[in-house]
């Protein structure tokens, strides 16, 4: 086993969900920070592919959140939710819908109930993020939309290549 | 077979049931030794799943790797402010 577990780990437990968990070596009321101040979260969220335009975080059971980024091909991404349940520094249920759904996809049917989890132990935290969706059509969906994030890295790279062949 | 049923906490039967499903589809190889069956993981197999949730995964990897970061800064701080008590 590693001991270094700093890598992200995805897995599929059923059709309708995606559980993420990653290790970080800080206890866990600093990660549940992280996680919920938005001058912070403006510093993570947009995972190097634009830039975090709007972070609200009205963090109390029935609070709602959004968050919008700026992709660097100007193409603008939003997600907002509510807050279901709020246990401070180990747990936060809250709802997700993605803002530019597809004609004809109702936002109930592609919303997602999402749970994040830091468990502590030895000053290091663990983070799962269960992704919930309602269907596995709607989970299908959002690990796609990930796919074309990644085109979109690979579209770039072509393009500085081929400028620098110029 | 018995480090499955351990590892996954579920009954031999099921594991059976499982395994054969993942045979049927290619997911894992088996072979007989003795008494004993070997299952080995087909990576080719799983290579689709795998290129289907990598960006997925990417989207997430990269903003985690941000957090570290911002979690590192954290603790400088609250280390400064503790020696400063």
């Known amino acids: 086993m590693a001991v270094t577990s700093s890598e992200a780990i995805l897995t599929l437990p059923t059709d309708e969900q995606i559980l993420v968990t990653r290790e970080f070596d800080a206890p866990k009321h600093l990660v549940y920070k992280a996680w919920t101040t938005p001058e912070l979260v403006e510093r993570w969220w947009h995972a190097k592919r634009g830039q975090v335009t709007v972070v609200e975080i009205d963090l109390r059971v029935g609070g709602k959140w959004r968050y919008v980024m700026v992709a660097d091909d100007g193409y603008e991404v939003g997600f907002h939710g509510e807050y279901r349940e709020i246990v401070p520094d180990e747990r936060i249920v809250s709802t997700e819908i993605f803002e530019g759904l597809p004609e004809g996809v109702s936002e109930q049917d592609a919303a997602t109930v999402n749970t994040v989890s830091f468990t502590e132990a030895n000053g290091r935290t663990t983070l799962t993020l269960l992704i919930e969706a309602r269907n596995k059509t709607s989970r299908d969906a959002i690990i796609e939309s990930g796919m074309e994030a990644g085109l979109q890295d690979a579209l770039d790279l072509l393009e500085q290549t081929a400028n620098s062949l110029r | ?85």
Not at chain 2, 2 to 8: A, K, P, Q, T
Not at chain 2, 55 to 66: K, L, V
Request: charged share 35%; net charge positive.
């Open chain 2, 1 to 85: 077979m018995n480090d499955l049923v351990r590892v996954l906490g579920i009954t031999q039967p099921q594991v059976s049931k499982h395994l054969r499903v993942l045979r049927e589809v290619g997911a894992v190889d088996m072979r007989e030794q003795g008494r004993q069956r070997l299952y080995r993981l087909n990576g080719q197999a799983l290579k689709p799943i795998h290129d289907w949730v990598k960006n997925y995964e990417r989207s997430w990897s990269e903003r985690f790797d941000r957090l570290d970061g911002v979690l590192k800064e954290l603790k400088q701080e609250e280390e400064g402010d503790g020696g400063d008590k």
